[in-house]
């Protein structure tokens, strides 16, 4: 969300965009708003979740509720692992993105769903992002028979970079600013860097 001052330019009225002084600020005051109008749903799962496309709003989250897991940032940019209810109780988890400047932090990107796991029978990351193929912004929390071993995860794209981060409170978080192309295939390895399994991704 971004906090909107209006103010008188020449006689006119423009509205001027103000970051927030902290990112953390930005994702909070963005997730808590009401949720916006879905472009696209997809049809419930047996657990009556649905995917969903949206622009604007927010997802009604109780800011009291909010759990900042894990972040990792270049500079200018930030990716955040947010955890969250909202007001009706249903829990969350999403990866916020978060853009700053001498002006403040803003919202520029988020993905996630439901807190529910899909069941695997071995180690996967249940990825969310967005950005590509210009860049890359994304991650997930590592679930799955066997997750509890993992350590690092890596990312190899069709073109592009390969993206590795350390699994932290179960999660790994990748960003870069360079052209990757998809779809990629996701590598989790224990702590001793033996390959526990891989898959595709995105």
């Known amino acids: 969300m971004l906090v909107l001052a209006r103010k008188a330019v020449r006689g006119q009225n423009c509205l001027e965009a103000m970051g927030y002084p902290d990112p953390r600020q930005a994702i909070v005051a963005q997730l808590a708003q009401p949720r916006g109008k879905p472009l696209w749903q997809s049809a419930p799962s047996p657990g009556g979740w649905r995917r969903a496309i949206s622009r604007g709003g927010g997802h009604d ?73 210009r860049s890359f912004r994304g991650g997930g929390w590592v679930i799955g028979n066997g997750s509890r071993a993992a350590a690092r995860v890596r990312l190899h794209f069709r073109r592009g970079p390969m993206l590795e981060d350390t699994v932290d409170d179960g999660v790994a978080l990748l960003i870069a600013d360079a052209r990757v192309d998809v779809p990629a295939t996701a590598e989790i390895l224990d702590a001793k860097g033996s390959l526990l399994t891989s898959h595709s991704a995105f």
């Open 61 to 133: 989250a109780d800011p009291d509720t909010m759990r900042f897991v894990k972040q990792r940032g270049i500079p200018g940019h930030e990716l955040h692992a947010v955890a969250f209810a909202d007001r009706d109780g249903r829990n969350y988890r999403f990866l916020v993105g978060v853009v700053g400047d001498a002006s403040g932090w803003e919202v520029k990107g988020l993905a996630g769903g439901g807190a529910g796991d899909p069941p695997r029978d071995q180690p996967w990351v249940n990825f969310c992002g967005w950005g590509w193929p």
